[in-house]
């Protein structure tokens, strides 16, 4: 599969043999904007309903990042409340279409994750990671927080996870941590042995009962049934902050 990379991201999925693997990608160390969030939360609500689709790999492209949140390019060029709420709705939008998502979403985390990379990787029902795939939350460093995301996070690892990691904002946790924390079922020492993994595992599921697979997401995401109002409360917070004096100081640095 030949990739083109847009200034807006990219968004490729494959399906075969009832696996469905959904790449996403930015040139930014695949950073998200608006768009390519909203693209990748219509896609899992696509998918869910696809009768075809039994398991789902969420990648991120390229060999270094992961996913390093959202866009900064974006973010410097919010102006008001309610543009600020609206950026950072966007990854509510995607956990809630994770969550909601009829079909098992496995990650693939093969390099680091910063803010909302986290986030998706916390959302995933199962993830699998390599050596390279530290993890840092650094929201506080630029006046922010992680509060959109810190439902997901503190259901998969533990409050007392997400406190170290908000707080130790500067700190980067190594994949063995996030392991131990619940983030990642297993670490791997290189890719090859992560795609070895994720191939015999999804071969695995995509033979299983579909609807058993289904019913089992519902009761793994048991308890979030409020996410759609609070995940959207949270990103009105961030959206209040980002306009503050002490975040717009925090982010001049990042301004070209």
């Not at 170290?164 to 619940?182: L, R």
């Not at 191939?199 to 697979?213: Q, S, V, W």
Request: aromatic fraction near 8%; glycine fraction near 8%.
């Amino acid at each position: 599969m030949t990739t083109t990379i847009r200034p807006e991201g990219s968004l490729y999925t494959k399906i075969e043999n009832h696996i469905a693997t959904v790449e996403f990608g930015h040139p930014a160390s695949n950073s998200f904007p608006s768009v390519l969030l909203q693209r990748l939360t219509d896609e899992l609500e696509k998918l869910s309903h696809n009768t075809d689709v039994h398991v789902i790999v969420l990648k991120g492209e390229g060999e270094k990042a992961f996913c390093a949140g959202a866009s900064f390019t974006e973010l410097l060029e919010v102006s008001n409340y309610e543009e600020g709420a609206l950026f950072f709705s966007g990854f509510a939008k995607v956990i809630n279409a994770m969550r909601s998502c009829s079909k098992i979403i496995v990650g693939r985390i093969h390099g680091k994750a910063v803010g909302g990379g986290v986030g998706l990787a916390a959302a995933c029902d199962y993830a699998l990671a390599t050596e390279e795939s530290a993890i840092k939350l650094s929201e506080f460093t630029i006046g922010i927080g992680p509060f959109v995301i810190a439902p997901a996070v503190e259901r998969k690892m533990g409050v007392g996870a997400l406190a170290e990691m908000t707080i130790a904002a500067d700190e980067w946790k190594n994949a063995y941590w996030a392991k131990e924390k619940g983030l990642y079922a297993k670490v791997f020492e290189s890719a090859k042995d992560l795609d070895k993994e994720i191939d015999i595992l999804t071969t695995k599921l995509a033979g299983y009962n579909p609807e058993a697979l289904s019913a089992m997401k519902k009761v793994l995401w048991e308890g979030t049934e409020n996410w759609d109002t609070l995940l959207a409360e949270r990103a009105q917070i961030s959206g209040k902050l980002v306009l503050s004096d002490a975040t717009k100081k925090a982010l001049e640095p990042y301004r070209k």
